[in-house]
């Protein structure tokens, strides 16, 4: 985190962003789903390239909850 400002507690932001960190926790929950399903494809495809796309989506999904309540907390000022 080399653009903070050297406030490391903010508890207003993170629990401004908490509601919408549960939302993206159930996107997380499709991106393992289809992480899942299309790793399985990738190994039956003989290419292996077509579904790379898809699993490098589905790897933002899963890490979206933390993506999402960081951007909250950078939001509000000190």
Avoid: E, Y
Avoid at 20 to 35: K, N, P, Q, R, T
């Amino acid at each position: 985190m080399s653009n903070d400002d050297g406030c490391l507690c903010r508890p207003c932001g993170f629990l401004l962003g908490l509601p919408f960190m549960l939302l993206s926790a159930i996107l997380s929950l499709v991106g393992i789903v289809v992480w899942v399903i299309a790793t399985l494809l990738i190994c039956i495809c003989p290419c292996g390239v077509c579904l790379a796309a898809v699993v490098s989506f589905a790897i933002w999904l899963i890490k979206m909850p933390i993506h999402v309540i960081t951007w909250f907390t950078r939001q509000i000022p000190c």
